[in-house]
């Protein structure tokens, strides 16, 4: 059997925009991920489901998985001819002991590549607006391992030196040592009235900032029950804190929002959600699957020519449909003079994507408006393809009209499996704020997914998020109350109403 590969690779500090792309593509690749307990769960979005996940994390003060047997298992899936992805928090090799492991592949004679990563003492500090260099304040850097094991058996390490750097001194996992850090500090010459920043969980929802003095932290932060992890920042840049902290003050920052639509339809909705500083986890709900047999809209585009309309109702419609077509070697031209309509504008977009133009589209996103449409538009010959669970609502109101509806089932619904305990158990915690539905199946497979429990005591404080009436209308009569619906029925105006809804909640908590 062929030797494997293992990849080193730095997850980054926990955003997981942060990670480069290189990483990403030594997850989508690797067999077996062993991974850290810094590491943000939502990188694992990227891993294959056949592949394995084995946890190996190291928390200050806690269990931890023997260093030695992250070496064995690395060694044990590479000589399998497995490609393994070692995933770390922050840069590997920067107190990430990724040398070590480095070491281990090479006396195994196991190929290996790092692949750096966004190290915390960079990227924290940036997230908390505090620069680490400013032409007024610090020229020089100092990045120290505030570990206890460290400072006292380590002979090389300077506290002389490191008083009198003259810029900032950024000292990662000292956090249990605070006191003793900050001691020995003014013990060689640092001024007792240096500013610090305590940054706890940065890049993330619950980043926390305590400031205060090197003569004074320790005790704010023992007050305030302060807890790792967390980055530390000596010097006189973290005055600039005030005026530079930007990512505290996006309107969603400090909130978990579930997003559970499909994964290949999730990427846009989390990307604007993210941009107003939401931390956005990733739970399929439903997962869109082809038909048994496709005989039936294989005889529908045999007979395109006798059609006065195409009418899709999904963005997934559109996509099984030219997919079909094209397997069938088959182009836009066989569509000839059909007319196409859209229920929404996501829908409209990809049919325009295609190269092709849409006829009509409802102001309204359901398909009772279509109906209308479609009526006042003398739709005679219609050809519907959707899902398979779609709402009868549509083929009976034009039949009723007098049209002829072709309606053919072109993909199914399922529900994805895997993921349904992580979610409990986020929901148990209370950590998440809005749980976020996209069409009545994300509802009932998220009803089912609850395995018996009491969907208002799991719930808790989470509220509750519909994309439109429809969708809502199927969470209240699970009892679900519904927090958060606009007007439009988009996931643009969806976000929108998002906003507007916590920072209303802001307001009236302030």
């Known amino acids: 059997m062929p030797t494997g590969k293992v990849y080193l690779v730095g997850a980054g500090p926990g955003d997981p925009g942060l990670l480069t792309l290189k990483g990403k593509r030594c997850l989508e ?52 001819g497995k ?17 070590e492991e480095a070491e281990e592949l090479v006396a195994a004679s196991i190929p290996f590549e790092i692949v750096p990563g966004v190290s915390s003492a960079t990227a924290v500090p940036a997230y908390a607006g505090i620069p680490l260099t400013h032409r007024d304040h610090a020229s020089a850097v100092a990045i120290v391992s505030g570990h206890k094991e460290i400072w006292d058996t380590a002979p090389h390490l300077n506290w002389a030196t490191l008083a009198g750097v003259g810029g900032t001194l950024v000292f990662l996992m000292g956090t249990r040592q605070l006191q003793n850090n900050m001691r020995r500090l003014t013990e060689f010459g640092l001024p007792a009235e240096t500013p610090v920043a305590l940054i706890r969980w940065g890049t993330k929802a619950d980043q926390e900032v305590l400031t205060g003095t090197v003569g004074r932290i320790a005790g704010l932060a023992a007050a305030q029950s302060f807890e790792p992890p967390a980055v530390i920042v000596v010097g006189d840049v973290v005055r600039l804190r005030d005026r530079l902290q930007w990512f505290e003050s996006k309107p969603l920052f400090g909130k978990r929002i579930a997003i559970t639509r499909p994964r290949i339809q999730a990427s846009g909705f989390a990307d604007l959600l993210e941009q107003y500083g939401a931390e956005v986890f990733r739970f399929p709900l439903i997962e869109t699957v082809p038909p048994e047999s496709s005989a039936a809209l294989d005889a529908a585009l045999d007979g395109l020519a006798d059609y006065d309309w195409l009418v899709f109702t999904s963005v997934n419609g559109v996509r099984y449909f030219f997919e079909r077509l094209r397997a069938r070697r088959r182009d836009i031209r066989s569509l000839g003079n059909i007319r196409i309509a859209a229920i929404g504008p996501e829908t409209a977009r990809s049919i325009q994507a295609r190269h092709l133009r849409v006829d009509a589209t409802p102001h309204e996103y359901q398909a009772e408006a279509l109906i209308e449409v479609l009526k006042a538009e003398k739709a005679r010959r219609i050809l519907l393809p959707r899902a398979a669970e779609a709402r009868a609502i549509l083929p009976q109101e034009l039949r009723a009209a007098g049209a002829q509806v072709d309606e ?38 998220f009803m089912a997914c609850l395995s018996g429990e009491d969907s208002a005591a799991l719930l808790g404080q989470a509220q509750i998020g519909c994309i439109g009436p429809i969708t809502a209308a199927t969470a209240q009569e699970y009892g679900l109350t519904v927090a958060v619906q606009p007007s439009a029925y988009t996931i643009p105006a969806f976000v929108e109403a998002i906003v507007a809804y916590f920072r209303t909640e802001h307001n009236t908590i302030g």
């Open 408 to 445: 053919i089932a072109i993909y199914r619904t399922i529900r994805p499996q895997g993921r349904d305990e992580t979610l409990r158990d986020m929901l148990r915690a209370g950590q998440i704020d809005l749980l976020t539905f996209t069409s009545s199946s994300t509802v009932r497979n």
């Open 83 to 99: 490609v393994v992805a070692r995933l770390k928090g922050g840069d590997p090799l920067l107190f990430g002991r990724g040398g």
């Open 29 to 80: 690749e690797a067999d077996v991920i062993i991974y850290d307990y810094l590491v943000d769960i939502r990188l694992l979005d990227y891993v294959r489901p056949e592949a394995t996940l084995l946890y190996a994390g190291k928390r200050g003060g806690g269990r931890a998985v023997p260093q030695q047997t992250i070496h064995e298992l690395m060694r044990e899936h590479a000589a399998n």
